[in-house]
């Protein structure tokens, strides 16, 4: 019964989301893909701090990380967007593996300082190695590479046929997400975000199932940064910095960190309210802030996840 | 050899500024165990309303005296009415809120002042140069770095001799312990706040001459003043002077002698430290 | 040759700076035999039972687990080694449900921990058997509860159930009726006595309440400032003439 239901709402959202590019305008559909990227960037982010209880101020560094790489095998390496995006993708998770490996051993805020420090290093890199990166610049002027669909050629400079690789690879993410969650290993996940001085009394390692999570959630990040380095026809520093992970902290915040798509909702909210803010003020960030703070203070729980509490106490007060 | 003062002279000063900003931040966290991501902006505030009062009443010396009690007064308010009702929850929840306070703080600034970069005049005895050894150097430089061990003197004989910053010190320390000897924790907790912001923005009016006055400041400043914090122990008022100092020369040594690794090597300072010795070069080991 | 014992304590002493905790502690528990360590407040149980569960190095002696000496080795390998241990205050994972609180240990134990590909949902085999674990605690009808909503009691069987998801061969008891009311621990005394009946499993109680410890120990250590002052059955043990004197003298008079 529950899965039925459960079929029909994501048969209904993917035939929402494959019926956008035949009904809006090229401007949305490119917001739309933006919004699609920044959420597989903020599901992954979210499966370290909703489900692990871990908050990384570091993400942006292996998001970058992949956009950088991605890029560099465009201009030196392949032509296929394959090759970039499975070069960005091991890149980052590689990265991740490193980093992780020592952050893993602090809690709590020392994770947090820890992650941002290190994502900051590559931050530096990006910056300052001119002969590489380009330096402050960016990295650009790569011709857009073209797919090879079932024999038909096609390029990713149309919006459309972005929009739709896109929301492919960010399909794939997401279920690659839910799967985990929903695994062995994501409770063990949850377990370890509810108490991590027990999980040494079950039997397992906690060092080495963050670890692996980290993994996880900075190869996706770097598969985000591929994309948006494609979107914007550049890789530039500023995706590394460290404001750049605040605001993937931001996005998982407003749509709620407890919920699986709450970092998804968040993401198309905030660039809804960005749409619409920035269209009467340059000031947006002050929004943010008192965005932000509201939602901390009023609703820890998030955008979607405040709605779901409701509609759980509504559904129990109708069954009572 | 002239290059060498240039570094030590740049070095200090920066450190003294950073130490100023940095002796807040660890005091809150060690009193309050809250991480405050909008300390950077307190200071910032501070340099804008030296800004301020230099074009109003033309003296530095005025905002130099009112600018810390304002950003002092806007901390209490931001204190009780924003990170009070979030004390018995999550850090990471903290952390956030005050992450948003800053993004307030510095629109906000840019609000009032704009987004243009400003520079404010030293006052009339401390601007000029003047000749050490071979080289000259700006008065006002000199001036800082004279003037940052003073406040830190001073802070220090407030810290051990008055029972005030005994008790704050011994909350820093253990929270639980001063809870026990009698401090209540609200009054404490806001006035550890107050007086955290009130040195953070006397920092900012001492920096408004040294550099220029603009709303990315707070930002910049409150990553480097996390990592003195860091390394030189979370709540250690001592170590947020070893720290702030080493971070100073450090950048001033590193700009002229690795100008490509400058930029990354508080960072790789940050890591090294917090994984060997977590607790900082200062900090007392669990 | 008798069999091996499950767990044995040779010579250990441990000092914190100038304070001696322990001095020269020895003891032997067989497989199967339900024992307890009792002791008065500052006995140094506590230090002992940290030592034995590795959280303290000791300065002298050693702890030997099925002969192998365990000092150094890592908590979560000690777990899966089959030494277990159980909390004074609740250590549970509280916004998890019940079923998932028990999956935790048992998705570790069968070496999915980390299988990240199939919904643990799709295994009822794993759910099937977290339940029959809940059943022996008798906590089966709360399964879908969230752990941190149940009683005081309840939550404490959680933690027992815990324990018993690791499959221990040797499980030692951090005062497990501390705070309890005299049902909840009556329940506990019972359910301690069915475990250690009717399971591979060997449990070793340390306690300072009497009660418990005699109605549950077939076997009590006594710990007497940082010495162990006499070993045997609960009737030995009661008739001491030592144990009398320095620490049991009131309460097995007033009792009579």
């Known amino acids: 019964m529950r899965s039925y239901k459960n079929l029909f709402l994501w048969f209904f959202l993917l035939a929402a989301l494959a019926s956008v590019p035949f009904l809006l305008p090229v401007y949305w559909i490119m917001i739309l893909t933006e919004i699609l990227v920044m959420s597989m960037f903020a599901m992954s982010f979210n499966l370290l701090f909703g489900y692990t209880g871990l908050l990384s101020f570091g993400q942006a560094g292996f998001f970058g990380t992949g956009g950088y790489l991605a890029v560099l095998t465009l201009l030196h390496g392949s032509t296929s967007i394959w090759v970039a995006l499975v070069a960005g993708v091991l890149g980052s998770g590689l990265i991740a593996l490193i980093i992780g490996w020592l952050c893993v051993r602090r809690d709590e805020i020392y994770f947090a300082i820890l992650t941002l420090g290190f994502g900051m290093m590559l931050f530096t890199i990006a910056h300052n190695w001119r002969s590489v990166t380009g330096g402050s610049d960016g990295l650009g002027n790569f011709s857009v590479p073209e797919v090879d669909f079932l024999g038909v050629v096609l390029t990713l400079a149309d919006p459309k046929i972005f929009y739709f690789f896109v929301l492919i690879i960010v399909l794939l993410g997401t279920w690659l997400l839910s799967r985990i969650v929903n695994s062995p290993f994501g409770l063990l996940l949850k377990a370890a975000r509810e108490n991590s001085n027990r999980i040494a009394f079950i039997g397992a390692n906690v060092r080495s199932l963050r670890l692996f999570a980290f993994v996880i959630a900075g190869a996706l990040a770097g598969a985000s940064g591929v994309l948006f380095a494609m979107f914007n026809r550049i890789a530039s520093p500023e995706m590394l910095h460290w404001s750049f992970s605040g605001k993937v902290i931001l996005m998982t915040l407003l749509g709620g960190s407890g919920v699986f798509f709450g970092p998804a909702v968040g993401a198309a909210i905030f660039f809804v309210l960005e749409h619409i803010i920035t269209s009467f003020t340059t000031n947006w960030m002050i929004f943010l802030g008192i965005i932000l703070v509201l939602l901390v203070l009023l609703f820890p729980s998030g955008v979607l996840g405040s709605l779901l509490e409701t509609w759980g106490r509504i559904r129990k007060g109708h069954k009572l | 050899m002239d290059s060498v003062v240039a570094n030590i002279l740049n070095g200090l000063s920066w450190g003294m500024l950073l130490f100023l900003i940095s002796v807040g931040l660890t005091v809150v966290f060690g009193v309050m165990g809250i991480l405050n991501f909008a300390h950077g902006s307190l200071f910032m505030l501070g340099s804008y309303f030296a800004l301020q009062f230099v074009r109003w009443v033309g003296s530095f010396w005025i905002g130099l005296l009112l600018g810390p009690v304002i950003v002092a007064f806007l901390a209490i308010l931001i204190e009780r009415f924003l990170i009070r009702p979030i004390y018995s929850r999550d850090t990471s929840l903290q952390l956030l809120l005050t992450f948003g306070v800053m993004l307030i703080l510095d629109d906000g600034v840019r609000l009032i002042w704009g987004s243009a970069y400003h520079v404010v005049n030293p006052p009339q005895i401390l601007s000029g140069t003047i000749a050490i050894f071979s080289g000259t150097y700006p008065v006002y430089r000199v001036f800082l770095v004279i003037a940052g061990p003073l406040v830190g003197v001073a802070l220090w004989a407030f810290f051990t001799m008055t029972r005030w910053g005994k008790t704050l010190r011994a909350a820093a320390m253990d929270r639980r312990m001063a809870e026990i000897i009698g401090v209540r924790a609200p009054l404490l907790f806001t006035l550890v706040f107050a007086f955290g912001a009130w040195i953070a923005a006397l920092g900012g009016v001492l920096a408004a001459p040294h550099q220029s006055v603009g709303p990315a400041m707070g930002e910049h400043i409150i990553i480097e003043s996390f990592i003195v914090v860091v390394i030189g122990g979370m709540g250690s008022f001592p170590g947020a002077f070893v720290g702030a100092l080493i971070l100073g020369l450090m950048n001033a040594f590193g700009a002229t002698m690795l100008p490509d690794l400058q930029m990354a090597m508080p960072y790789i300072l940050l890591a090294i430290i917090l994984l060997a010795r977590p607790r900082g070069i200062l900090g007392e080991e669990l | ?256």
């Open chain 3, 1 to 256: 040759m008798s069999e091996q014992p499950i767990l044995e304590v040779k010579n250990l002493s441990k000092s914190f700076g100038k304070f001696k905790v322990l001095s020269n502690v020895s003891l032997k528990i067989e497989k199967g035999q339900l024992c307890a360590l009792i002791g008065p407040n500052g006995a140094g149980k506590t230090t002992f039972y940290n030592v034995v569960t590795g959280r303290y190095r000791p300065d002298r002696g050693s702890v030997l687990f099925e002969g192998r000496d365990i000092s150094g080795v890592q908590t979560h390998r000690l777990t899966s080694m089959g030494l277990l241990r159980s909390f004074q205050i609740t250590n549970i994972f509280p916004a998890l449900t019940v079923l998932e609180n028990i999956l935790a240990p048992l998705v570790v134990y069968h070496a999915k921990g980390y299988s990240f590909l199939r919904a643990i949902k799709k295994q009822p085999a794993l759910a099937d058997e977290a339940k029959h674990i809940l059943g022996r605690v008798g906590l089966e009808n709360k399964w879908d509860q969230v752990a941190s909503t149940l009683a005081y009691g309840d939550r404490r069987l959680i933690e027992i159930a815990l324990v018993l998801a690791c499959r221990p061969k040797l499980v030692l008891l951090d005062e497990p009726t501390a705070g309890m009311n005299p049902e909840e621990t009556d329940r506990m005394i019972k359910l301690i006595k069915e475990l250690a009946g009717r399971s591979e499993t060997t449990f070793f109680v340390v306690e300072h309440d009497m009660k418990v410890v005699f109605s549950v120990a077939e076997k009590i250590f006594v710990l007497n400032q940082g010495e162990l002052l006499a070993e045997g059955t609960p009737e030995e043990i009661r008739s001491n003439q030592k144990v009398k004197v320095a620490y049991l003298g009131g309460y097995l008079d007033a009792k009579g």
